[in-house]
Structure formats: C-alpha cells, structure tokens
C-alpha cells in the first residue's frame, strides 16, 4: 500500500500557486504606489488638458504627447519597482523568487551586456538570501511581530527590513528607488543621493519643486564639507549631479531620547552659526554612525541665510513644518528654525 501522506514542510501545489499570486498581488501594491507619485505631475497635466471645453489642435496634440510620455514612464518605472523593493529606510530586496546563487533570469537578460555588474548583483543576492529560495514559503520576515509583518504585506512589501550588520557595500538613491553597488570610499560603505532631474517635463511643478531642493541641499553640503561637525553625517564629495556621505544606521527604535535632544540642540546652534537653518526636524533624519554617533542628515528642505542681512540665500521649501511656524507667528529664519526644533523634536505642541 501507498504511503499517501505528504512529507512535513512540503508545500503543495495549491500552496505554491497561492504564494506565487501573493507575491505577484505584493509586488504590483508597491510598484503602483511609487508609480502613482512619480507620475502624478503627467497625470495632473492631461486632467488640465481633458477638463477643457474648446481644445485646440496644439492642445489635442500636447495631450497625446504627454499620455505617451506617461505611458512610457509608468512602464519603466514599473519594471524597476517590481524588481527592487525599497521598503523605507530599507537596504535593496532582490524579489523574485529562485536560486539564491544568480540574479532572476529577467535580471539576466537586462544586464547581459553588463558581466561585472551582473556578478555584483549575483554576489549582493547570495549575501542576502543566503540558502532561501522564495521570500514567503521561507520566511523572510525574520524577527519581525506578526502585526508588523501583516501591515507590511498589506502596504505592498513583501520582505522587512535587513538590519544593517548583514547587508554589505553602499548604496545609491536615485529617481526614487535605491540600488547596491560594491563600491567603497577609503573602505567604507556611503550613500549617494543623485539630484532628480526630469528632462521631459522640466517645468511641471515636481520638477521645480525637486530642482529646488537639490539645490539647497547642494549649497548647504557644500558649507558642511568644508565645516565637519560630529553629529552631522559626514559628506565624502559633493557636486551639482549628486553628493555622497557616510552611510547611517537609521532604526529609531535604538534612540536614547534625552541623548538625542541633547545632541541635536547643539547641531542646530551650530547649524544657525553658518547660517543653515535645518527647520525639517524629525527623528526620522537622524541616523547612528558606524562609531555610535547620533547624526543628522537630509537637507533639501533646509534654508541658507546671510549672517550679516538675516535674509535669506536660499528659501527653504514651504512644505509642513516651515508652514506651521508662520501659522503660530514666526517671521525670522531663527524663529522659523527654532520653532520647528522645539515642536517635533521636543514635542512641545503650540
């Protein structure tokens, strides 16, 4: 007679096929989203364009042009998404399911001309997956409480956070996704964020919006190269395509609270010194050094005053926490700064 029972641990074909369309579902959530936000200025412009009564024949003709041009993006976005999960503040997840020896064959076929990359990417994915096969039936959220894992799943991803001791080599942000490369400064892993720059729609209002901030943030690097401080991220080359500093540890869950606002109250003194005023406070861009140390970073929504004037270089972004202190009343850049200091990092609530 037949042993009939099924071998422990072995999934079926019923189960298989029910991973398969869950990671497929994972895969296309998060490929959407990001997709939806860079596309958005195109799909503000053809609303404008379709919501017209009389349409010109230049407005007929703009319209087709700039459907095609979103059409075209969208397509290549979503390839890049569905092959690179960046979970926020989360190291490169090679997706997609197979030998954790070599790089999806899709992968394979993109890269072919490129042997030396494909050989980075095949050594990235051994160090990562080590002997799993697929992210879901082998569990690839290790260490992470189930309620976290389920929001994650529902969010779109569909593997957690790596902690950073076991990821190796630097990494590269760049038009909204990031990618690893074995590349090293003097030995040590950086970060490189490279400026967006949109060469088909440069006057949408993103654009000038992201042109802005590169170029605050490439002033302030700038001052900051040349003027280290130990509790601000450490920048290795700044220039106007792209500036590149250490590489921080960013799980808040390990901050000391009291150590923090102690530390960071001395950074913005500093800051204010050479007339940066960070005013995007939030525990979100701070990160720990290599060595231990808190650090702060991101800049782009940070402005630049001149010392002798108090008027400012360049203006910060108008985004939330700049909007909130001219609401309660603050007029000078200190006041602005200060303001936004003393209500996200010290919680006090005007």
Request: charged share 30%; hydrophobic share 30%.
């Amino acid at each position: 007679m037949k042993n009939t029972r099924k071998k422990n641990n072995q999934p079926n074909n019923k189960t298989k096929k029910n991973t398969k369309t869950m990671i497929n579902k994972c895969m296309e959530t998060f490929a959407d989203k990001n997709v939806k936000y860079w596309t958005e200025d195109y799909t503000k412009e053809i609303r404008k364009l379709e919501k017209k009564k009389i349409k010109t024949k230049e407005d007929e003709k703009l319209l087709t042009k700039i459907k095609k041009q979103k059409i075209s993006q969208t397509k290549s976005l979503k390839k890049q998404y569905k092959l690179f999960n960046c979970n926020i503040n989360c190291k490169n997840t090679i997706l997609e399911p197979g030998t954790p020896n070599e790089i999806p064959k899709s992968m394979q076929r993109e890269y072919h001309n490129h042997k030396e990359l494909i050989r980075i990417y095949n050594n990235q994915r051994k160090s990562i997956f080590k002997n799993k096969t697929n992210v879901l039936i082998d569990n690839f959220y290790e260490k992470t409480p189930e309620k976290t894992k389920n929001k994650l799943i529902k969010e779109g991803a569909i593997s957690s956070c790596l902690p950073v001791s076991q990821t190796a080599g630097s990494t590269i942000y760049k038009d909204g996704g990031l990618i690893k490369t074995n590349e090293t400064v003097n030995g040590k892993p950086f970060f490189r964020k490279v400026f967006y720059v949109d060469l088909i729609n440069p006057n949408s209002e993103r654009s000038i919006r992201l042109s802005q901030a590169a170029n605050a943030e490439y002033k302030i690097a700038s001052i900051l190269i040349k003027n280290p401080y130990p509790n601000i991220v450490t920048f290795y080359e700044v220039n106007e395509k792209y500036i590149e500093m250490e590489e921080l540890n960013t799980n808040t869950t390990k901050f000391n609270k009291t150590e923090v606002i102690e530390i960071m109250k001395k950074v913005k003194d500093y800051l204010q010194s050479l007339g940066i005023m960070y005013i995007d406070w939030k525990i979100d861009n701070i990160g720990i050094s290599k060595d231990g140390k808190y650090k702060l970073f991101d800049f782009d929504v940070s402005g630049l005053i001149d010392l002798k004037t108090n008027e400012w270089i360049v203006e910060p972004l108008h985004f939330w926490s700049y909007n909130k202190a001219i609401d309660n009343g603050c007029t000078t850049p200190q006041e602005i700064d200060n303001f936004s200091f003393d209500y996200s990092i010290l919680g006090i609530k005007k």
